[in-house]
C-alpha cells in the first residue's frame, strides 16, 4: 500500500530552527509537496520538490530524497504566526496526491 | 478576489438527509477536487473532475456523488447522509501547469446526528 509518514506533534522555540521529517512509499513518484494549514482554515502551498536536493524560499526550506524516499520542511527563525500543521504529500504515478496525516507545530515564546 | 468559494461553511444535518455542498472557482482552473479531513488522518479523495463533463472515483467515493457540467462549479452531494459522514470537506482546483499545486476552499464543515 501507499503510505506517508510524518510525526504527528512537534514543539519549538520562537526564534529557533525545526525540521519536520517526511517519510514515503508510493506506487511511482511525481513530486512532493509541502502545505501549511492553519488552524480551522484552508491548506496553502508551501513548496514542491521533484529533484533532489534542497529548495529554499525565505525561512523555510525543503530537501527531498528519492532514493531514500524522504524529505523534510526546515523552518528557521520561528515566529509564533508559524504555529500550524504542516502537511506532506506525493503524487503518485497515477498524478493522484497522497497525504500524510499532518504535523502540529507548536511555538513557544 | 480570485480563488474558491464553498458553501454552506457549516452544517447540522439529520441522518437520511439530502445535502449538496457547493464549490465555485473563478480561477478557469480545469481539474477540481474534494477531500474530507478526519482528525487524525490526511487528505482523502473523494471525488475528482479533470476537465468539465468528467469525473472520477477518488479513495472514499461511496456515499458520495459529483457533477461538472461547467468549469467554475463541481458539487458534492450526500444522497442520503449517516454519522460517519461527519467531517470537514475541503473543495480544491488546480491548473496542472508547472507544479500542478492545489488551490483550497476555506471548508465546509458537516456535522450529521
Known amino acids: 500500500g501507499q503510505n506517508i509518514d510524518q510525526p504527528t506533534e512537534m514543539t519549538a522555540t520562537e526564534g529557533a530552527i525545526v525540521q519536520i521529517n517526511c517519510t514515503y512509499q508510493?506506487?511511482?513518484?511525481?513530486?512532493l509537496f509541502w502545505y501549511q494549514q492553519h488552524a480551522g482554515e484552508a491548506p496553502t502551498f508551501l513548496s514542491y520538490n521533484v529533484l533532489d536536493g534542497l529548495e529554499e524560499k525565505g525561512r523555510f526550506s525543503s530537501f527531498l530524497s528519492r532514493s531514500k524516499g524522504y524529505s523534510y520542511l526546515l523552518l528557521k527563525e520561528l515566529q509564533m504566526k508559524d504555529s500550524a500543521s504542516y502537511l506532506c504529500a506525493v503524487r503518485d504515478s497515477n498524478y493522484q496526491l497522497i497525504w500524510g496525516a499532518g504535523t502540529k507545530l507548536i511555538i513557544k515564546p | 478576489i480570485a480563488g474558491i468559494t464553498q458553501a454552506p461553511t457549516s452544517q447540522i444535518l439529520a441522518a437520511g438527509r439530502r445535502m449538496t455542498l457547493r464549490c465555485t472557482q473563478d480561477?478557469?482552473?480545469?481539474?477540481m477536487y474534494w477531500y474530507r479531513q478526519d482528525l487524525g488522518l490526511g487528505l482523502r479523495l473523494i471525488h475528482y473532475s479533470n476537465t468539465a463533463g468528467t469525473t472520477g472515483k477518488g479513495e472514499v467515493p461511496d456515499g458520495y456523488s459529483v457533477s461538472r457540467a461547467n468549469t467554475d462549479d463541481f458539487p458534492l452531494t450526500l444522497a442520503s447522509a449517516v454519522p460517519s459522514q461527519t467531517s470537514v470537506y475541503f473543495c480544491?482546483?488546480?491548473?496542472?501547469?508547472?507544479?500542478?499545486?492545489?488551490?483550497f476552499g476555506e471548508g465546509s464543515r458537516l456535522t450529521v446526528l
Open positions: 508510493t506506487s511511482g513518484f511525481n513530486g
Open positions: 480544491a482546483s488546480s491548473d496542472g501547469v508547472g507544479t500542478g499545486e492545489l488551490f
Open positions: 480561477m478557469r482552473h480545469n481539474a
